[in-house]
């Protein structure tokens, strides 16, 4: 039978090196190399043989653990009253969205008409996760009275990211956490304990750091919520991690399987055994969201495409959930047609592009194989440092975990200075951008920022 493969023979790495040597007439293959915003140098070119020091079995199966082809397309939405509410959701799923990310964060969560708000939404059908400011109990308490059958979404509360850009103490959320967490242990898919890499992001982290602070985030809460009586079994299934993704198209498409590889990695740790003595792989839940550390308000409308790459690398790096923000969001009130746009991305991606169609579709890659492990490696390393220095609690507080994400934030803001282009910021923009006051940056505390303030 005739192969293709018949046509071109193989060619070693060292061939194809001695192949650039003569290409470049007399330049040092060295000069093609670059280093990622991580500090990982890149080879101008990778092959097959990158891959044989690689623990690749094991990362792919990182990837495949107890998941589903496909992601849920879950439009953000906030609050206004139940009525008004209930009627962007009810629209919300004729037009293509899965599911929803409801902010309650300014809503008095005792006050709210529940069976007026979800009327019409079958929450065991439907997932449903809510935004809240310290209340997942309160919300847990309310659906319970209401929604006799299993729930799907979760509760979306970080009080360890709420403490790190406030300094408001995480116990009491924490402790609000844990009974959120026992009164749903009936709703396996309902998840009420987040772990997120947003308040890093913001702040300017590199993909290195928002993997090891967020993993240090997520030893913090466990510790705190085994401490309130509940086990591990318990803790893993509810966990969901809530991940920026910026515009470095590989970087965070290696950053989302580095993340699911580096779970697996932590989970070892808490020495979690089946019945014949193996090691339970838990799958972690992934819900991703498009960055606003990236969005700009000068020539606003180059935001669609931020967040048309952004979702790409998180389908593509194998996210579970994800939300697109519209456009104008960091400037404005989104309106219907930025709403509809964002919702509309993540439906394109599967309808037309067919992205939910194969499960890890970078396996395999060199680069992106090769990128993943490193990232999996310089995060645990940087991991492992935090714990040293006390958990991610205390290394906030002596300093350490600011100063790092500072110097990553100056270091982004000088490879502008010098060169890096911000499309429509400080290259081909327009005149009539809209402009917003810049963000207070607190002394004690992380800083929520985006890269284009300082050139617009």
Known sequence: MFSIKSLFPPVTKAEWTRQIVDDLKGKPVESLKRLTPDGLETEPFYTTEDLAGLPLATNQQSQRTDRSLGWLNIPGVRFETESETNTVLRTGLAKGADGFLLDLTEATIE????????????LSDTPVWFRVDGQPENVATALKQILPYQLKGGIFDEPVARFLQSDIHPDAALAQMAEATRLTLDSPHFRTITVGSTVFHNAGATATQELAFTL??????FDHLTDAGLT????????????????SYFTEIAKLRALRILWQRLLLHYSIFDRVGG???????????????????ATPYNNLLRATTEAMSAVIGGCDALTVHPYDAVFGEPDEFSTRIARNISILLKE????????????GSYYLETLTNELV?????????VENRGG???????????????????????AVKKGRILVGVTKFRVDGEVLVTKPVRLQKTLPDLRLSQEFE
């Open 377 to 385: 490696e310089s995060a645990w390393a940087l991991f492992l440092d």
């Open 111 to 122: 006050e709210i008409q529940w069976s007026r708000l979800l009327h019409g939404l079958k």
């Open 279 to 297: 090691p339970i792989r838990y799958s972690s839940f992934i819900h991703a969201q498009t960055s606003t550390f990236y969005d700009a308000t």
């Open 232 to 247: 591990m079994e318990q803790l893993i299934p509810k966990t969901a991690f809530v991940v920026s993704v910026g515009t």
């Open 352 to 363: 037309e592009a067919h992205l939910d169609k194969t499960l890890d579709p970078s396996a």
């Open 392 to 414: 991610l609690l205390k290394a906030t507080e002596s300093g350490f975990v600011p100063d790092e994400l500072e110097k990553a934030y100056q270091a982004k803001v000088e």
């Open 216 to 221: 240090n985030a997520v030893v913090d809460v």
